[in-house]
C-alpha cells in the first residue's frame, strides 16, 4: 500500500445500522462493524444476502446513516456538515449498482444520463458538461454515437459503462461498486473489470467491492473483509484471506465457489454447510456462525469471539482462529492460492 | 460425478439432431438456435454452456416441448429414448413431460403456485402420471422432499412456498421434479439466484439424486466452474448454435473453438490476481443479424477467410465435436496455460 | 379454516371498527353540509321565526356540535335513526321497508353478472386474440361506456313495451312472491349487471392471461398436467383474488347505480328513498339511508377481506 497515505479515505468505527421490524424489534443490517479503507486501495467486501453488505456500501456513501458509531470520510464527518456542503462532499463518494437499469432513466438519451449528476451539481458551464460527458464516454469505451441513444438500445455491458462514465465525471475519490459487474456475462465481465483497474490507476481512485463473487473479489481487491450476519468475521489482504483463511465460514465460502479446474486439480475436500442462515432480527448468542460451524465450541455460544490476529494484517472474529484443522487456500481454491499452471495435487 | 466420463454409447438416452428453434416476430420468423445436435447417455450429466442470449433456455425448453406452438417453429428431431418429441400429439408428450423428462427453472419463487401448498404441488405431479391413493401420494411426496434434503419433510409438505427459503424453495422445486423418477432432468440455471452456499447445497443434492436414480441431466448455466464440478461432458453454445463438445475435463485444459478458451481464459478465478484479464471483444450478434459463416467471426482472434464459410461440427477424438475450420492447427489456451 | 386465518379474521373485524367510526363522522357531517342554517333550509321560506326555532330544537341543532353527534350515534346505535320531517314515522322502519326491494335487484344483478362474466372472461383469456377474444372484448368496452340507465330503458323500451314479457315498473315483495319478484326486478337487475358484466370479464381475462403465462404455470405443464387441470384448478384459484377484488368494487358501485335505476323502473328502493328525501329536504332520512347503505358497503368489504386471508396463503405472514 501506499506509505503516503496514513488517514484512511474511509474510516468506519463500530457502525451499526438498524432498521426498525414489526413488533418493536430491531434488524440489525450491520452490527459494529470497524474498518479503514486506504486511498486508492480496492477493498472487497464479500458475503451472502443478509449479510449487511450493501447496507455498509450504502451506509458509507451516506446513503444510508449510521444508527450507531461514526464513518469519517478522509478525517471529516460527513454529517458533521451543512446540508449544503454535505452535498458538495458527497460527490466525491459515489456508488454503482448491480443494474444499471435502475440507474438510467429509460426517457433520457445516454448523453443526458451522464451529464445529469453536473447537472444537478451546477458547477460547470453546460458546453464544459457535455465535453466532459463525451470524455468519460470515450473514456469508458463507448463510441459518441451511443450519446443519441436511448438506454433500451444498449447492451447490459454498455449500460454499466454509462454508469461508470455517469460516476466520474463528478470526479469521485471513492467508488462502492455493489455487485456491479454481478450481472454480467462473463467475457463482458472481465471488460469492466479491467476497465475498473484502468480508471484506478488513471484517476487514483478507491474502490470498495461488494460482491458475493469470491473469484472476482479476490481477483480485484488489494485487501478483503468477509461478513456474515451484519458482522465481520475475518479482514485481511486478499492473497492471505484466500490462501489462509482465518475464520470457518471464509473456509465453507471458499470450498462452496466453483472452480472451473478439471476434477484431478480440483480440492476433493469439501466444506458443506449445514442448516439456513439464522434469522438477522435474532442473531445466535456469541459467535453468529456457531450454529453451522463445524468446529463449534461451548465457549462460542457464551462470548462474543474477540478478533485475533494470525499473522500481521491479518485478523479473524474466532476464538480459536490459527489453531483449527482447517483446509488451506491451495486444497480449496488451487489456482488462486498457488501460481497458475503450477497447481500440487492434494487430493485426500 | 466426473468420473464418469464413458463415451456415448450407441443408443442414447437423448438424442437432439439439427435441432432449429425460430420464433414468430412480427411479419417474419427469426431463427434463434439451428443445427443443435448433441446427445445424452442413461446416467449422464452434460453442462449446456453460453453467455446470455446463445439460445440454451431456449433449447431446454423445446426439449420439453414448452414453447408455444402457435409463435415458435421447430426442426430436426429429438429422440427421448427412441421416440421423437417433435412433432409427438400434445397428449403423449404431456405424459412424458415429469414422469420421463422434467425441468426446474432459475426462479424457485416464480416457480411455484403461491396459493397451494407444496405438498399439494408433488401429490399432483405424481398422481397425473401414477395411480397411487391420496395416501400414498403423501407418504411418496415426504419421501421426495427428505431425498432432497428438506428437514422434517412432513413439516414442509403442508408448507406454502412463501414460508421457504430460497434454497428451500429450490429443493422442492427439484423434489417436484424427480418424484416420478424421470430418466433426464433439465436444470436451468438452477443455482443462478440462490446464495454460493446454498448453491454448494443444491448441487450435491443434484448430483446425488442422479448417481441414486441413475437419472441424466442437463445443467444449463453460463457458470464454467459449475459445470467443472457436477457434469463429465461440456456443451458450448454461441449465437445459437453448439460450437463444441466433449468431455469436460478435455475441454478445460484444451478447448477447441477460440470462444470456448476466451471463455475459460476471462474467468477471474484462473487468472492471477490484479492482471488484466483477457476479455472477448466485441459482443453477440443480435438476432437476425448473424454473421455469415462462423458467427463467432467478428469477435475471433484466429479469423481467416475460409471462416467465411458455413462451419460444421467436425469430429475431435475422441468424443468431442467443434465447429471451427482451424480447430486443428490452433493450440488454444485452456485454464492451466 | 386454521388458528391463524382465524388470529387474521380477528385482527380484521378490530381494522373494521375506526372505518365504522370515521363513517359515522362523514354521515353525521352530511347535515353540517346543508348551506346556510339547515333549520332554515328545512323549514322552507315562508316558515316564521318559531317554525325555525321549533325545528331547531328538535333536530337538537341548538347543542354544540360533539352532543349532537353523540345524541345522534347513541340513537343509532340503539337502532334510532330519527324520524322523518315529513310523515313523522321512524326512518329506520322506512328504511328497512324498502331495503328488500333494493338488496334484491343488487345481488341479482351480481349473480347475473358473475354468472355471465365468469364463461366470458375465461373464453377470452384461453383465446387471447383469437376470434372468440376479440368478441369478447369488445363487447366488454362497449358494456363499461354505455350507462346502467340508459341500458335500462332500452330493456324497458324492448322486452316490457314491446313484446310484454316483462312488468315495466313496480316491484313486489320478495317474501309475499317470490316468482313474481323476480319476475319484477329481472329487467332492472340486467340493467345494473351489464357494466359489472363488462368490468369483471375484462379484469377476469387480464388477470387470468397473466397467470397463464406465468412462470409457476410454465412449471406445471413441465410436471405435465393437462390443459384443463392448469386452468381449471391452478388458473381460478390464482385469479380468485383479483376477481374477489372486483366483484367487491362491482358491489359497490352496483349499489350507487341503484339510484338511477329505481328511478327508470319506479321501485321503491331506498334508491329512490334517498332521491325523494333529498327534494323534500328530509334530511334525517338521506342521513339514514346513507349511513344504512354505507354500514352494508363496509360489512361487504370486511366479508371480501375475510375471504382474501383464507384463499391467499400469503396474507396470513401479518
Not at chain 1, 252 to 263: D, I, M, Q
Not at chain 2, 62 to 78: E, F, K, N, R, Y
Not at chain 3, 186 to 205: C, D, H, K, V, W
Amino acid at each position: 500500500m501506499n506509505a503516503r497515505a496514513t488517514t484512511p479515505i474511509v474510516s468506519i468505527d463500530d457502525v451499526g445500522v438498524h432498521f426498525p421490524v414489526s413488533r418493536g424489534r430491531t434488524l440489525k443490517a450491520v452490527d459494529g462493524v470497524s474498518l479503514d479503507v486506504m486511498p486508492r486501495e480496492t477493498f472487497g467486501i464479500i458475503g451472502e444476502s443478509g449479510s449487511g453488505k450493501t447496507t455498509l456500501g450504502r451506509a458509507v456513501v451516506c446513503l444510508e446513516k449510521p444508527s450507531a458509531g461514526r464513518i469519517l470520510h478522509a478525517g471529516i464527518d460527513p454529517y458533521g456538515l451543512s446540508s449544503r456542503e454535505l452535498r458538495r462532499h458527497r460527490r466525491g463518494y459515489q456508488v454503482i449498482f448491480q443494474d444499471p437499469n435502475a440507474a438510467l432513466d429509460p426517457r433520457m438519451t445516454i448523453l443526458k444520463s451522464i451529464r445529469e449528476p453536473m447537472d444537478v451539481a451546477g458547477e460547470l458551464t453546460v458546453p464544459e458538461r457535455h465535453n466532459r460527458a463525451i470524455e468519460m464516454m470515450e473514456r469508458v469505451g463507448l463510441s459518441p454515437d451511443f450519446a443519441s441513444r436511448y438506454p433500451h438500445e444498449l447492451s447490459g455491458g454498455q449500460k454499466q459503462r454509462v454508469c461508470i462514465a455517469r460516476v466520474l465525471t463528478l470526479r469521485p475519490e471513492l467508488i462502492v461498486c455493489d455487485e456491479a459487474v454481478s450481472a454480467l456475462d462473463v467475457s463482458i465481465q472481465a471488460d469492466i473489470l479491467n476497465l475498473f483497474a484502468e480508471l484506478q490507476a488513471e484517476f487514483g481512485l478507491t474502490y470498495i467491492f461488494i460482491t458475493h463473487n469470491l473469484g472476482v473479489v479476490a481477483h480485484v481487491s488489494d485487501r478483503i473483509a468477509v461478513m456474515y450476519l451484519g458482522r465481520i468475521v475475518e479482514i485481511g489482504r486478499a492473497e492471505d484471506v484466500v490462501g489462509t483463511p482465518g475464520h470457518p465460514y471464509t473456509e465453507a465460502l471458499l470450498s462452496a465457489e466453483p472452480v472451473a479446474l478439471p476434477a484431478h486439480l480440483r480440492g476433493q475436500n469439501r466444506v458443506m454447510l449445514q442448516g439456513e442462515l439464522p434469522s438477522p432480527i435474532a442473531p445466535p448468542s456469541g459467535c453468529r456462525f456457531r450454529t453451522r460451524c463445524r468446529f463449534v465450541q461451548p465457549i462460542c455460544a457464551q462470548t462474543e469471539p474477540p478478533w485475533r490476529e494470525t499473522t500481521p494484517g491479518h485478523a479473524s472474529a474466532c476464538h480459536f482462529a490459527g489453531e483449527l484443522p482447517m483446509m488451506s487456500g491451495a486444497e480449496l481454491h488451487p489456482l488462486k492460492a498457488g501460481q497458475p499452471g503450477r497447481t500440487v495435487e492434494t487430493g485426500l | 460425478m466426473a468420473d464418469m466420463t464413458s463415451p456415448v454409447p450407441s443408443a442414447p438416452l437423448l438424442d437432439v439432431r439439427d435441432l432449429g428453434i425460430a420464433f414468430r416476430s412480427g411479419a417474419g420468423m427469426v431463427q434463434v438456435t439451428r443445427d443443435v445436435t448433441f446427445a445424452i447417455a442413461p446416467g449422464e450429466t452434460v453442462g449446456l454452456v453460453g453467455e446470455s442470449g446463445c439460445g440454451k433456455t431456449v433449447t431446454g425448453l423445446a426439449l420439453m416441448g414448452l414453447l408455444p406452438s402457435a409463435t415458435s417453429h421447430i426442426t430436426g428431431s429429438v429422440q427421448l429414448e427412441g421416440e421423437n418429441l417433435i412433432g409427438m400429439p400434445a397428449r403423449q408428450l404431456q405424459r412424458r413431460r415429469g414422469a420421463k423428462i422434467s425441468m426446474i427453472f432459475q426462479e424457485p419463487m416464480s416457480a411455484l403456485d403461491p396459493v397451494f401448498t407444496i405438498g399439494q404441488q408433488i401429490s399432483e405431479t405424481l398422481r397425473a402420471h401414477r395411480s397411487v391413493s391420496a395416501k400414498e401420494a403423501r407418504e411418496r411426496g415426504i419421501e421426495a422432499l427428505a431425498r432432497v434434503g428438506i428437514p422434517e419433510p412432513a413439516l414442509r409438505f403442508d408448507a406454502y412456498p412463501h414460508q421457504l427459503s430460497g434454497g428451500m424453495r429450490q429443493r422442492a422445486m427439484i423434489a417436484i421434479a424427480i418424484v416420478c423418477e424421470p430418466r433426464l432432468l433439465i436444470a436451468d440455471e438452477p443455482t443462478t439466484a440462490l446464495d454460493v452456499t446454498v448453491q454448494a447445497q443444491i448441487v450435491d443434492v443434484l448430483g446425488d439424486l442422479c448417481a441414486r436414480l441413475g437419472m441424466a441431466m442437463l445443467f444449463i448455466t453460463h457458470d464454467l466452474g459449475l459445470v467443472a464440478q457436477t457434469c463429465s461432458r461440456l456443451v458450448t453454445m454461441y449465437a445459437g448454435e453448439v460450437i463444441e463438445q466433449g468431455r469436460i475435463d478435455d475441454m478445460l485444459v484444451r478447448p477447441r473453438h477460440p470462444y470456448t478458451s476466451g471463455l475459460l481464459r476471462s474467468l477471474p478465478a484462473l487468472a492471477a490476481r490484479k492482471t488484466k484479464l483477457p476479455a472477448i471483444p466485441g459482443r453477440v450478434p443480435m438476432r437476425g443479424e448473424m454473421p455469415d459463416g462462423c458467427r463467432f467471426r467478428p469477435r475471433c482472434d484466429f479469423a481467416l477467410p475460409p471462416c467465411e464459410a458455413p462451419q460444421p461440427l467436425d469430429p475431435v477424438p475422441p468424443v468431442g465435436q467443434v465447429r471451427c475450420c482451424r480447430n486443428d492447427e490452433l493450440e488454444l489456451k485452456g485454464v492451466l496455460s | 379454516m386454521s388458528r391463524r386465518t382465524l388470529k387474521v379474521v380477528g385482527w380484521r373485524l378490530l381494522q373494521v371498527v375506526p372505518v365504522i367510526v370515521l363513517a359515522t363522522f362523514a354521515v353525521f357531517g352530511l347535515l353540517q353540509l346543508v348551506p346556510g342554517d339547515p333549520a332554515a333550509v328545512i323549514a322552507g321560506e315562508t316558515a316564521t321565526a318559531e317554525r325555525i326555532a321549533q325545528i331547531r330544537e328538535m333536530l337538537g341543532l341548538d347543542l354544540p356540535l360533539w352532543q349532537q353527534y353523540a345524541q345522534w350515534l347513541g340513537g343509532a346505535v340503539q337502532g334510532d335513526l330519527s324520524t322523518s320531517l315529513i310523515t313523522g314515522l321512524p326512518v329506520l322502519d322506512e328504511v328497512l321497508r324498502r331495503l328488500p326491494n333494493t338488496l334484491l335487484i343488487v345481488f341479482y344483478a351480481l349473480l347475473l353478472a358473475v354468472g355471465i362474466s365468469l364463461p366470458l372472461g375465461i373464453l377470452a383469456a384461453t383465446h387471447v386474440d383469437g376470434r372468440v377474444d376479440r368478441f369478447v372484448t369488445s363487447i366488454a368496452s362497449l358494456g363499461i361506456t354505455v350507462p346502467n340507465f340508459w341500458v335500462g330503458m332500452i330493456l324497458v323500451g324492448l322486452f316490457a313495451l314491446q313484446f310484454g314479457w316483462f312488468p315495466t315498473t313496480g316491484a313486489v315483495s320478495i317474501t309475499e312472491d317470490p316468482g313474481r319478484a323476480l319476475w319484477h326486478a329481472t329487467l332492472p337487475a340486467i340493467a345494473l349487471a351489464s357494466s359489472g358484466i363488462a368490468e369483471i370479464t375484462r379484469q377476469l381475462r387480464s388477470a387470468l392471461i397473466e397467470v397463464l403465462s406465468s412462470q409457476y404455470v410454465r412449471t406445471l405443464h413441465a410436471k405435465g398436467l393437462s390443459q384443463s387441470l392448469i386452468l381449471w384448478k391452478h388458473g381460478l384459484k390464482n385469479v380468485s383474488l383479483t376477481l374477489l377484488t372486483v366483484i367487491g368494487l362491482v358491489f359497490n358501485r352496483t349499489l350507487g347505480a341503484t339510484v338511477a335505476i329505481e328511478a327508470v323502473f319506479a321501485i321503491p328502493g331506498t334508491g329512490s328513498l334517498v332521491v325523494a328525501s333529498a327534494t323534500n329536504k328530509d334530511f334525517p332520512v338521506v342521513q339514514g339511508v346513507v349511513f344504512i347503505l354505507v354500514m352494508i358497503v363496509i360489512l361487504c368489504n370486511l366479508l371480501i377481506d375475510i375471504l382474501y386471508s383464507i384463499l391467499d396463503p400469503r396474507m396470513n405472514k401479518q
